[in-house]
């Protein structure tokens, strides 16, 4: 099988973000500035900020009960080592819910899973989701938590994490590697302000070919709302990763 280095690039909303961590290899775009090589579905739609140019991934768009996902129509062997880093911008005039998820899954470029708690990606069953989470449902520990969750059920969290910053409110930017070797899953955070300092909040033991069910699977992202509303922005995605 192949092995080549892809690469989801959606710009920042303003020149002062920081930037996404360097790739460990050479990374090259494989999306156009019309999202060609994104799956949308839902409410997602990749748009353009007024006045800056920017191209954000928009997964929900402030309404009751929505529900998007954005998928990469490339494939990635998940047998392999993978990491991924982006940008993104959860917000509203007021506390909103529920919140997005960084998925690997085996279902294909159209998954799309329940609203509100269900973050976009329950019932997404062959998969490895890792939370994002503003709002607390009755089995999420507050609502401002990270999670990894297997099989998509987001009602078992096979491990929860306070987040270190606010996740809600203020763009943060988020890396996730994968070392398949070792079968390690790690998620960090960081804020996007001066002398913001990047932290570890998951390292976890996945089989994340396993749990999605094939070796060559799709990855991007799910969100939801439900009685509480937000926009779901997403950018600056890069991954680096041995495409199928």
Same mark, same amino acid.
């Given at each position: 099988m192949a092995s080549a280095w892809l690469s989801i690039l959606a710009s920042a909303y303003s020149s002062g973000a920081a930037a996404a961590p360097r790739a460990l290899h050479d990374t090259h775009p494989i999306t156009d500035g019309k999202g060609d090589n994104l799956e949308l579905n839902g409410t997602a739609s990749m748009i353009t900020r007024a006045g800056s140019g920017k191209r954000v991934i928009q997964i929900t768009t402030?309404?009751?009960k929505q529900i998007g996902s954005a998928w990469s129509t490339d494939?990635?062997?998940l047998d392999r080592s993978f990491a991924t880093s982006f940008k993104a911008f959860l /917000? /509203? @005039?007021? *506390?909103?819910?529920?919140?997005i998820a960084f998925l690997a899954q085996g279902h294909g470029p159209r998954a799309l899973g329940g609203w509100g708690g269900g973050l976009g990606y329950r019932g997404i069953?062959?998969? =490895? +989701?890792?939370? %994002?989470?503003? %709002?607390?449902?009755?089995?999420? *520990? @507050? @609502? @401002?938590?990270? +999670?990894? =969750?297997l099989g998509g059920n987001p009602d078992r /969290? /096979?491990?929860? +994490?306070?987040a270190s910053i606010p996740l809600y409110g203020k763009p943060f930017l988020a890396r996730i590697t994968y070392d398949a070797g070792a079968n390690r899953l790690r998620v960090y955070v960081q804020g996007l302000y001066r002398n913001a300092k990047e932290k570890l909040m998951l390292d976890e033991k996945v089989d994340v070919a396993h749990w999605a069910g094939v070796r060559d699977g799709w990855i991007g992202f799910t969100g939801a709302t439900g009685d509480r509303i937000s926009h779901q922005d997403v950018y600056d995605w890069t991954v680096d990763a041995p495409k199928a």
């Open positions: 402030g309404g009751y494939r990635v062997d /917000h /509203h @005039n007021r *506390p909103g819910g529920d919140g069953r062959k998969s =490895v +989701a890792v939370e %994002f989470d503003t %709002f607390q449902n009755s089995t999420d *520990p @507050n @609502n @401002n938590h990270l +999670a990894v =969750v /969290h /096979h491990k929860t +994490a306070t």
